[in-house]
């Protein structure tokens, strides 16, 4: 689906759109170098439990209602899965899939794959301008690979324009100039996913 067709299906509140391929190298770097660490093996991070951090670290909240938060994972089409979370296979086990958290609803697990005809950071820029246009999208979080490119340099000048009603969060591993949008670091809600307890990075004295 692109984004001209994405414009005609009903948005959630809530949208969280990721760059796939980057949270899964991310959560490979965290693993190694916490492994080292900690000195215990890391298990593959719970993709439901950082869906969840994310869209707390966006600024959701249990406030009684019924919410609904659509996740949008874009890949390169040459990687079938995800190699450091499971579930972990598009396909099969992600797009088309949901799961309800107790406190913040129903999240909605869809996966695209591109490459043959647009670029990953050309469809993640043209999905963002194309939700800025839909007033049913009160939050929106982005995780893009800021490491790379000139994805997040883009991203924050589209997002110059938005609606002073939409709550934007863009998430980096680092802090990145400012704009229009709130930021959060993506390492926390990764750790978090990853099974990485404070108290194992703080060991008591």
């Known amino acids: 689906m692109n984004p001209e067709e994405a414009s ?3 948005l959630s509140e809530n949208i969280i759109l990721a760059d796939a391929d980057y949270i899964d ?3 490979f770097q965290l ?3 916490f492994e080292r660490m900690i000195g215990r093996r890391i298990p593959k991070a719970d993709l439901s439990q950082w869906a969840v951090d994310i869209a707390l670290d966006g600024g959701l909240r249990a406030d ?7 996740v949008v994972l874009v890949h390169e089409k040459q990687n079938p899965k995800l190699d450091n979370f499971t579930p972990s296979l598009y396909d099969t086990e992600l ?4 799961f ?3 406190k913040l609803g129903e999240f909605l697990i869809n996966a695209y794959a ?3 005809v647009v670029s990953k950071d050309d469809y993640l820029l043209d999905t963002v301008n194309m939700v800025l246009g839909h007033d049913e999208v009160k939050r929106l979080m982005i995780i893009p690979n800021g490491e790379q490119g000139s994805i997040y340099e883009e991203l924050a000048g589209a997002l110059r324009e938005a609606p002073e009603d939409k709550h934007i969060t863009l998430f980096a591993m680092q802090p990145m100039p400012g704009g229009n949008f709130r ?3 993506l390492g926390y809600s990764l750790m978090n996913a990853l099974g990485i307890k404070s108290d194992e990075l703080n060991p008591q004295q």
Do not use: C, N, P
């Open 183 to 185: 930021q959060e670091i």
């Open 95 to 98: 797009s088309g899939q949901a």
């Open 25 to 27: 190298y991310v959560a």
């Open 31 to 33: 693993s190694v170098q």
């Open 8 to 10: 005609k299906v009903k």
């Open 114 to 116: 591109v490459g043959d």
């Open 100 to 102: 309800k958290d107790d």
């Open 64 to 70: 009684g209602k019924s919410h609904e938060t659509q």
